[in-house]
């Protein structure tokens, strides 16, 4: 694998604003209500959709750490065949899909009635800063070993 520029040293100010983002938007997540595993879903969702195996690792052992099932982790890819996710949790998960596939859905995740606006809002932010994440950990080929 070719050597890539670690953008987080490289640009570190950028770096440590991504950080911020990410930790103003679980704030206002946790302000609003919303549950910390299912801060970690979206984490998650967006990281497997992304193919980042570093965020997917930490996010992980961070959703684990918090109490969560290994039986709901397994399942997250077919979330929606399974009966493991609260309607707030699954309007959680279709938030990380919308915002990680954006060109493809066109915002089209329907929050219904499991969410308050802040907290769909909160989520996207949260989604959002993953996103980010994904790409600097992909783009500069963060090394996952066991």
């Not at 961070?62 to 997250?76: M, N, Q």
Request: overall charge negative; charged content about 20%.
């Amino acid at each position: 694998m070719a050597v890539r520029t670690l953008l987080n040293t490289a640009v570190p100010t950028a770096y440590q604003t991504l950080i911020t983002l990410s930790e103003q938007a679980e704030k206002a997540a946790l302000d609003a209500g919303v549950d910390p595993l299912s801060i970690e879903l979206v984490r998650i969702r967006a990281s497997q959709l992304n193919g980042c195996g570093f965020c997917l690792r930490m996010h992980v052992r961070d959703a684990l750490a918090k109490g969560e099932s290994t039986d709901r982790i397994a399942v997250i890819p077919a979330w929606r065949e399974t009966a493991y996710f609260s309607p707030a949790e699954r309007a959680a998960l279709a938030i990380a899909e919308e915002i990680t596939n954006i060109s493809s859905t066109a915002a089209s995740a329907d929050d219904g009635d499991a969410l308050t606006v802040a907290q769909a809002a909160a989520l996207r932010w949260v989604a959002i800063a993953i996103n980010g994440f994904n790409r600097v950990a992909i783009s500069s080929h963060y090394a996952v070993k066991p």
